[in-house]
């Protein structure tokens, strides 16, 4: 049975793809969650750097997503080449 | 600059005039799914059996069309029509010379016979999508320099930002001391925006050095990804998603930190500051540096290029949602048409924002990239900075 489930390699290939990228999924929203919380409470301390907080935050996030997006990249090769 | 547009204008109606010559249609395959469907309730399950059937064939027409898309092309699309195309100059290098021609002879699998040449584009193997030459039967790949859609994309982009610069320029020549307004005063308030809360606090006195090439950076990246999101002829080309695009422009920033680098910096990198053992045997350090100095183009190639082709993939995918539940009876179908587009309209609102985003992150990382390359001999500054603290320290203290 475990030779017929390896034979399925498109299959298999689909399957690692779409676990991978809810990974990736999981991994960002949990990395961009916590600069939000964080960034939350430091403009509850200090609301006049509100600005220069939220512009921090931003610049932050959007590194992280470059990492998961760095997995994404990784599924679409399994998935299509 | 006046004039500039009035030329961008003829050739623009132009080239839409010329796409309007033939007439195609493609939709039947869709409308006979609709047909199928709205036939009534009691047929819903030969409905939904021949829409399954139908979704096989779409099946691989989603991928395809996906691919279309996002990918390149040698000519360009004209909105509510699947098959017309604005031409565009194709550009190759046979084994015979140079060969130049329009892409609308060889559309829909045509073949096109230059003098001894044939040229067409192949439909499937290694070169599926591209021109290729056919000598003998086989199919050759030739120096292809033609102006497909994203290089005409990138022209399209440099025009734009060049208009919009050189104007901001030749205010400030003419009027010295006021402040531009409108357009002007926009782009103004962006380059501000860059140069004081990016370029100078990052590299203080250097930064008229550099702030050309990282201004220029910013502005083309930013206008290559919104004109990627308008869906009409000066826009709609996916040119950041395209990772050859993405490449070169980390490669100019690699160049940038690199050839400007200082002795100080190399010598960081190929005899740091570390144990002798980590460095003269076997070169640990010296491999994990250089190893260094690639990933972080590597890292903004690939940072900008999924994000833009990501953004426009899910957008694509939410339409074709639509098509894909097309045959699946009425309510269904118009229930799923309705939230497809709202939502469409909320990704793209959300790329316009990762637009801006991205360049600014681009911007911001080749600045920073550039700064530690520029790094001066800081030893004994550090130790006299913490003397003299330390010293300020006690006295205020006592």
């Known amino acids: ?81 | 600059m006046k004039k500039l547009l009035f030329i961008l204008v003829l050739m623009t109606s132009w080239a839409v005039s010329a796409a309007q010559e033939n007439v195609a249609q493609d939709t039947a395959s869709v409308a006979s799914a609709c047909h199928a469907s709205s036939v009534g309730g009691d047929r819903l399950e030969e409905a939904l059996d021949k829409a399954a059937e139908e979704t096989d064939e779409h099946k691989f027409d989603i991928k395809e069309t996906i691919f279309e898309h996002l990918g390149d092309g040698y000519g360009w699309e004209v909105p509510f029509n699947h098959h017309k195309r604005i031409p565009l100059p194709v550009i190759v290098w046979g084994k015979d010379g140079l060969h130049v021609f329009s892409s609308s002879r060889v559309t829909h699998g045509d073949e096109y016979v230059d003098g001894d040449a044939t040229f067409k584009i192949a439909t499937e193997g290694d070169y599926k999508g591209k021109i290729v030459e056919i000598i003998d039967g086989k199919e050759y790949k030739p120096w292809d320099f033609s102006i497909t859609k994203n290089v005409c994309a990138i022209f399209i982009a440099c025009i734009v930002v060049l208009l919009l610069l050189i104007q901001l320029a030749r205010w400030h020549k003419k009027n010295p001391f006021k402040a531009p307004r409108k357009m002007t005063g926009a782009i103004e308030a962006i380059v501000e925006f860059i140069y004081a809360g990016v370029i100078k606090p990052t590299l203080k006195e250097k930064s008229a050095k550099f702030a050309p090439y990282l201004l220029t950076a910013f502005f083309f990246i930013f206008f290559m990804n919104l004109l990627g999101l308008i869906v009409v002829f000066p826009g709609g080309a996916n040119v950041t998603g395209n990772i050859a695009v993405t490449m070169v422009l980390a490669i100019m920033t690699f160049v940038m930190t690199n050839v400007f680098g200082t002795k100080v910096y190399w010598k960081e990198i190929f005899w740091p500051d570390v144990p002798i053992w980590l460095k003269c045997p076997l070169p640990i350090m010296q491999l994990i540096e250089v190893f260094g100095i690639f990933t972080k183009p590597a890292a903004l190639t690939v940072r900008l290029f999924a994000n833009m082709m990501g953004g426009h993939m899910i957008v694509l995918i939410l339409t074709l949602l639509i098509f894909i539940f097309a045959g699946a009876g009425v309510a269904i179908a118009s229930g799923t048409a309705a939230i497809s587009v709202a939502f469409s309209v909320f990704m793209l609102l959300i790329d316009v924002l990762v637009s801006f985003i991205q360049a600014y992150v681009f911007t911001m990382l080749s600045t920073i990239f550039i700064s530690l390359a520029q790094a001066e001999h800081e030893e004994h500054g550090a130790h006299g900075d913490a003397h003299s603290a330390a010293a300020h320290a006690s006295e205020t203290s006592k």
Request: charged share 10%; glycine share 12%; aromatic share 2%.
């Open chain 1, 1 to 81: 049975m475990l030779a017929m489930i390896l034979a399925a390699v498109e299959a298999l290939l689909g399957l690692g793809a779409s676990v991978a990228a809810g990974i990736a999924a999981i991994a960002a929203g949990i990395g961009i969650g916590k600069i939000g919380a964080s960034a939350m409470e430091a403009i509850a301390r200090q609301p006049e750097a509100a600005g220069d907080i939220r512009s921090n935050m931003i610049v932050i996030a959007a590194l992280i997503e470059g990492v998961a997006l760095f997995a994404v990249i990784v599924c679409i090769l399994a998935l299509f080449v």
